[in-house]
């Protein structure tokens, strides 16, 4: 072990490095952000009153911003200034985690919209161009299959999401089905049933993005994404 870093006073949700690896930002329960020298294992920074739980994080490619997924908003963090601005806002979306495509021009954002009694309505994938110091809504990638249980489909949300190494299609865990859209028409290329699965599931793309390794109820699984999304473990 580095470094043991101490600090949060709750539960820690999120961890993302810097382009260059010199620093690693922290987030979670007690609604604050961390700034680590990954060298030293010392603090460089802190923001308190994120607004919400940070539930993601995650840098630009080539830039000292870093995307922050906090309670129902998107917030942005130009280093080495550390303070957070509020980019994009709303009162039903809840973001569950971020990824940024290949060439840092898109922002993808899990999550799920919620009826005013705070239960699901629909698990979405957001795609936002990144402009500037601005993130702008592109198109919104939303999944409902065919069967007996598509009720239920509509009240999950999207846990994870990530992008291929060609940038050209977004996978997201939507419960138990992984689905693939194509990053450009947001159309559903595939999808791959599970049998199991929690609402906070988690997934890894292959470097050669052939394939996505998900959490399955704390169990790990590989599926081939190329070309169709089929189990092969």
């Not at 680590?36 to 010392?42: I, M």
């Not at 065919?146 to 299609?169: I, K, M």
């Not at 859209?181 to 906070?200: I, L």
């Not at 890894?204 to 993005?209: R, Y």
Request: glycine share 10%; aromatic share 6%.
């Amino acid at each position: 072990m580095l470094h043991r870093l101490h600090g949060h006073s709750a539960r820690i949700f999120a961890v993302g490095f810097s382009p260059d690896g010199t620093l690693l930002a922290s987030g979670g329960e007690n609604r604050s952000l961390w700034f680590w020298d990954t060298a030293t294992g010392r603090e460089t920074g802190r923001i308190d009153q994120a607004g919400g739980w940070v539930r993601s994080l995650v840098f630009l490619p080539g830039r000292k911003t870093l995307v922050a997924g906090v309670g129902f908003t998107l917030k942005l963090c130009d280093l080495p200034g550390q303070t957070l601005r509020l980019v994009r806002g709303s009162e039903n979306f809840v973001v569950e985690s971020l990824a940024v495509s290949p060439d840092g021009q898109t922002v993808a954002v899990a999550g799920g919209t919620l009826h005013p009694d705070r239960s699901m309505e629909e698990g979405q994938v957001r795609l936002y161009d990144v402009g500037g110091n601005s993130l702008k809504l592109r198109r919104t990638l939303t999944f409902v299959a065919e069967g007996p249980n598509l009720a239920d489909r509509r009240r999950w949300a999207c846990s994870d999401v990530a992008f291929t190494p060609d940038g050209q299609q977004v996978i997201g865990v939507v419960m138990t089905a992984i689905v693939t859209w194509d990053a450009t028409t947001g159309e559903v290329r595939d999808y791959f049933e599970r049998s199991m699965a929690s609402s906070s599931d988690q997934l890894a793309i292959s470097p050669n993005g052939r394939s996505a390794a998900t959490l399955q109820m704390q169990m790990p699984s590989i599926v081939d994404i190329i070309p169709s999304l089929a189990p092969v473990h």
